[in-house]
């Protein structure tokens, strides 16, 4: 079984370019969930999906920050403009139901130069 | 605030060792807890799932305990092998969230 996709792998792009982060979740796993992680913070829950509705979006940490799930079979993650501070892991994962155990993908190393 | 700390950055132990991690949480009750390992460049990855009324469970060599006293979990793995080495997060539920908080997660090296 194909486990939870996520691209690019890594990412480095300019301080106000806009970047995009794309996530393919497990077939039939109704709850989707974007983390950021870095060695300070650790891994951080940006925002939760279930259905394909976002739930809480409480982690985002700023307006720059969007998400979208248009499907059950995609999700965006999207930053806009981006800055430096905002390098980091950046991993997607799903699971049958919010507190069933989650799958993760390998993430999007992002730099922001 | 809710809070969930995992007591060691890192730990080093003997091939052949059991390997103690510890996590603690405190100001909520979670209704179960979780053990993820993550090594470099890849994502976290689910080993074990404890109930609150649950106070230990095994998979293989994993053992991991649940004390809602203490408030505490300890993750142990019995026989320790270099490629059990890896960072270990746990994880739990949050109080009126459908989602799970992660603690940081620490760094085992076992030694040969």
């Known amino acids: 079984d194909a486990g939870v996709i996520q691209s690019p792998r890594h990412e480095v792009t300019e301080m106000g370019q806009e970047v995009t982060l794309r996530c393919k979740p497990i077939s039939g796993h109704n709850s989707l969930f974007w983390y950021r992680q870095t060695m300070m913070r650790g891994l951080e829950l940006l925002i939760y999906?279930?259905?394909?509705?976002?739930?809480?979006d409480s982690g985002m940490p700023e307006d720059r920050f969007s998400a979208k799930m248009p499907n059950a079979s995609f999700s965006t993650l999207k930053i806009q403009p981006s800055e430096p501070r905002d390098s980091a892991v950046y991993f997607c994962?799903?699971?049958?139901?919010?507190?069933?155990?989650?799958?993760f993908g390998d993430g999007t190393r992002l730099s922001i130069l | 605030s809710q809070k969930i700390e995992q007591n060691s950055e890192a730990l080093n132990i003997q091939e052949g060792k059991t390997a103690t991690l510890t996590c603690n949480y405190t100001n909520y009750s979670p209704a179960y807890l979780q053990w993820y390992r993550q090594d470099p460049g890849r994502g976290p990855v689910f080993l074990l799932l404890?109930?609150?009324?649950?106070k230990e469970k095994r998979k293989e060599r994993l053992k991991v305990t649940f004390d809602t006293t203490l408030k505490q979990s300890l993750f142990h793995i019995t026989a320790s092998q270099p490629a059990d080495s890896a960072t270990y997060l746990c994880a739990t539920d949050q109080t009126g969230a459908n989602n799970l908080f992660f603690g940081t997660g620490t760094r085992l090296t076992v030694i040969p």
């Open positions: 994962a799903s699971s049958i139901t919010g507190f069933q155990p989650q799958h």
């Open positions: 404890i109930r609150e009324n649950e």
């Open positions: 999906f279930n259905n394909n509705v976002p739930i809480d």
